[in-house]
C-alpha cells in the first residue's frame, strides 16, 4: 500500500518534462502581470497566474504572498489564511502574518485573527499594543498590525485596548487615518484625550518639512466639532481645501453643534450634489432634514439609500428616522434594529433607537438604548444628556444633575445641556442660576437680534419667564413669554403664565384677560379656573361700583351709606393678592424640558 501511495503521488500525474529548469521563463514578467491584473480588479485572472508563478518559483515568500493577496481581494478569506498558514509564512515574515491575521478579520474570526498577531506570544499574558511587533519592523507595517489589532479589540467590545492600538497606530504612522478616524468618528476619545493626542504625535519627524502644519489642520477640523465655525481658518499655503468635501463636512458639523441648522443643511446639501453618497456627510444631512422637518426630503434619501446599499447601517437609519419622523414608532424601531445588527457600534442609530421609546415615556427602555449608545460614544455629550433627560422625566433630579454635568464636561456651550442645567436649577429652586444657565442657552442659539428660533425653543422662553416671575422680575417674564408666544401661538399655558403675572402685579384687567384666553384654549385648565374667580374677586374690590359719576352725586342724602366717599376712598386703595386663596406655588409652572431631536454629532444633534 505504501508504495502504491507513493505512485498516486500528485508529481506522478504531472506532465513529463526533461528539464525542470524555469531559466527561459521570465518570471518578473509574470509577477508584474499579476500586479497589473490585481490593480484592475482583475482577480480571477490574477489567482490564475499567481498560482503558476507560485509554483514555478518553488513557492517563494513572495509569490505565495501575492497569490493570498489575490484570493482575498476576490473575497476568499479562508482560502488565503490556509494558503499562509500551510507555509508557515505568518511565523517568519511579518507581512505575510499581517494578511493572514486579516483574512480571518474579514471572516469574523476574531480570536483566530489574534492568535496570528500574536504567534510569538506563547502566553499571551502580555496586553501592550507594541509587544508582538518586530523591532526593526517598518514603521507602516507596524501601524498596520495596530490597525488591524484595533479593529479587532473594538469588534470584541473591548474599547479600551482598541483606543490604545488606534493611537499607537498614529504614533507609528502619523499618516494612518484608518486609526485616525476610528478614533473620531466612533467618539472614542474624550476632549481633553484628544488634545493629548494631538500633542503626542511626531509630526515634525514623520512628515517633510511643509507638510507637518497640513496634517495639523486636516485632523483638527475634525476634531474640534463643538466649536464656531467661523473659529476653523485654513491655512494660505492650502487655501484651495475651502471646497474639499471632508472640510466642507467638518464645518457643516460644526454648524449643526452650533444649532445652525440651516447653514448646515445648505453645506451638505452641496456636497452630496458632488458626492451623493459621502458617508460622513450622510449622518448630518439625515439630521438636518429631521430637524427642519423635510420629511419628504428624508423618505427620498432613506429609499435611495437602501436601493443602492441595502448592506450599510446608514441607509437602514436613514429609513428609521423617517419613520420616527412620522410618528411610527414600531416601524422606526424595526429599521434602527436592523441598522445596529448590520453595525453593531454605530452609535446614532443606538440613540435614535432609544429615541422611539422616549417619545412613548418608556424610560427603562430609552435609558438601556442611550446607556449602550453612550458606551460607543465615548466623546460625545448627547447619550449623557439623553439619560439625564430621562432622569429628570423620572423625578430622579441628583442623578439628572450629574448627567447633564458630565455632558457639560464635553460639550460646554451646548445649549441644550445648558438648558437641562437651568431646569435642574429652577427644580432645586435655585432662580440666579437657573437664569444665567437659561439666558446662556439663549444667547447660543441667538446669535442676532434677527435670528428666527425654531418653536422647539417655545419652552426655553416660557422657562426664562418662569424664572423671571420667581426672582419678581415681572416684566422680563412678560417679554419672554410674549416671545414664546410668537413661536406657538396657541398655547394655552404661556396665556395662563401671563396671566399669573399680571396677577402679581395686580393689574387685575390684564389679568382676567390673559386667563379668559387661556380657558379658551383649553377649558378644564384647573389653575387658570381657580385664578380667574380669584382674580374676578380683586378686580371687584378694586372697581367702584359708580364708575364715571361725579362726585357731588355720591354725597346725596339717598345714597345709601355703603356708597359714601370715605368708603369708596377706601375701597380705590391697591390691596395685596389673596396669598392664603392663591399662591405661587398653585401655578402649573413646571419648567419645560426641551424636545431634544438627533445628534450626531450628531451630530447634531442634536
Known amino acids: 500500500m505504501a508504495g502504491e501511495s507513493e505512485g498516486n503521488s500528485l508529481q506522478s500525474f504531472s506532465p513529463k518534462n526533461e528539464s525542470n529548469t524555469t531559466s527561459d521563463i521570465n518570471l518578473e514578467a509574470l509577477r508584474r502581470r499579476v500586479r497589473k491584473y490585481i490593480e484592475m480588479h482583475l482577480y480571477q485572472a490574477a489567482i490564475f497566474w499567481a498560482d503558476k508563478v507560485a509554483s514555478l518559483s ?46 480571518h478579520f474579514a ?101 517633510s518639512e511643509d507638510e507637518p502644519n497640513i496634517v495639523k489642520f486636516l485632523y483638527e477640523t475634525q476634531l474640534k466639532k463643538y466649536d464656531k465655525p467661523s473659529d476653523l481658518s485654513i491655512p494660505p499655503e492650502i487655501s484651495m481645501l475651502a471646497d474639499n468635501l471632508d472640510v466642507g463636512t467638518a464645518i457643516a458639523e460644526r454648524c449643526y453643534y452650533n ?30 432634514l429631521m430637524e427642519l422637518e423635510k420629511t419628504n426630503a428624508l423618505f ?22 423617517y419613520y420616527l419622523q412620522i410618528t411610527k414608532t414600531d416601524a422606526a424601531r424595526r429599521y434602527l434594529s436592523k441598522a445596529t445588527t448590520l453595525d453593531r457600534l ?65 460639550a460646554p456651550e451646548d445649549p441644550f445641556v445648558l438648558h437641562e442645567l437651568g431646569v435642574v436649577a429652577y427644580q432645586n429652586g435655585e432662580y440666579a442660576t437657573a437664569l444665567k444657565y437659561f439666558r446662556d442657552s439663549l444667547k ?37 413669554h410674549e416671545h414664546a408666544l410668537m413661536l406657538i401661538p396657541q398655547n394655552s399655558s404661556t396665556y395662563s403664565a401671563m396671566g399669573f403675572v399680571y396677577s402679581l402685579m395686580e393689574k387685575w384687567a390684564e389679568a382676567v384677560e390673559y386667563f379668559h384666553k387661556a380657558l379658551g384654549l383649553h377649558r378644564d385648565d384647573v389653575f387658570s379656573n381657580t385664578m380667574l374667580t380669584s382674580v374676578i374677586e380683586q378686580l371687584v374690590k378694586e372697581t367702584s361700583p359708580c364708575i364715571n359719576t361725579p362726585d357731588e352725586l355720591l354725597d346725596y342724602p339717598f345714597l345709601p351709606t355703603y356708597f359714601s366717599s370715605t368708603d369708596s376712598h377706601r375701597n380705590n386703595e391697591p390691596s395685596d393678592i389673596v396669598t392664603e386663596i392663591i399662591t405661587d406655588d398653585m401655578l402649573a409652572d413646571t419648567t419645560h424640558h426641551t424636545n431634544v431631536s438627533m445628534d450626531i454629532e450628531m451630530e447634531g444633534v442634536e
Not at 508557515?88 to 493572514?100: F, G, M, Q, W
Not at 499574558?125 to 507602516?140: C, F, I
Not at 435611495?304 to 429609513?319: F, I, Q, R
Request: aromatic share 10%; net charge negative.
Open 346 to 410: 454605530y452609535g446614532p442609530a443606538w440613540l435614535m433607537y432609544g429615541h422611539s421609546f422616549a417619545v412613548e415615556n418608556e424610560h427603562d427602555q430609552a435609558m438601556a438604548a442611550y446607556c449602550r449608545a453612550s458606551q460607543l460614544m465615548k466623546g460625545c455629550h448627547l447619550p449623557l444628556l439623553y439619560i439625564g433627560l430621562e432622569y429628570g422625566l423620572s423625578n430622579n433630579i441628583k442623578l439628572a444633575e450629574r448627567f447633564f454635568s458630565q455632558a457639560q464636561s464635553i
Open 300 to 321: 427620498y434619501l432613506a429609499h435611495k439609500l437602501v436601493d443602492l446599499y441595502p448592506e450599510s447601517a446608514v441607509a437602514w437609519y436613514a429609513v428609521g428616522c
Open 444 to 480: 447660543r442659539i441667538q446669535t442676532s437680534e434677527q435670528t428666527v428660533l425654531p418653536e422647539k425653543w417655545e419652552g426655553l422662553l416660557n422657562n426664562l419667564g418662569h424664572t423671571c416671575r420667581k426672582l419678581r422680575r415681572f416684566e422680563e417674564a412678560l417679554t419672554y
Open 58 to 103: 518553488n513557492e517563494e515568500p513572495q509569490d505565495v504572498f501575492w497569490l493570498a493577496q489575490s484570493l482575498y481581494y476576490s473575497g476568499q478569506y479562508h482560502r488565503a489564511a490556509v494558503c499562509i498558514k500551510s507555509r508557515s509564512l505568518h511565523k517568519a515574515d511579518l507581512e505575510c502574518r499581517y494578511l493572514a491575521a486579516k483574512c
Open 107 to 207: 471572516g469574523k474570526e476574531y480570536k483566530e485573527a489574534l492568535d496570528v498577531l500574536n504567534v510569538n506570544d506563547s502566553n499571551h499574558s502580555s496586553e501592550k499594543p507594541t509587544d508582538n511587533l518586530d523591532v526593526d519592523a517598518d514603521d507602516d507595517v507596524a501601524s498596520a498590525i495596530l490597525l488591524l489589532k484595533g479593529q479587532i479589540y473594538e469588534a470584541m467590545d473591548n474599547r479600551g485596548l482598541a483606543t490604545d492600538c488606534f493611537k499607537e497606530s498614529l504614533r507609528h504612522d502619523v499618516y494612518c487615518y484608518d486609526a485616525f478616524d476610528s478614533l473620531v468618528q466612533h467618539q472614542m476619545l474624550t476632549k481633553e484625550e484628544e488634545l493629548d493626542l494631538m500633542k503626542s504625535l511626531p509630526f515634525d519627524s514623520h512628515c
Open 259 to 288: 444649532c445652525d441648522y440651516e447653514q448646515s443643511y445648505s453645506i451638505t446639501t452641496t456636497i452630496l450634489n458632488k458626492d451623493p453618497f459621502h458617508l460622513n456627510c450622510l449622518p448630518i444631512h439625515i439630521s438636518c
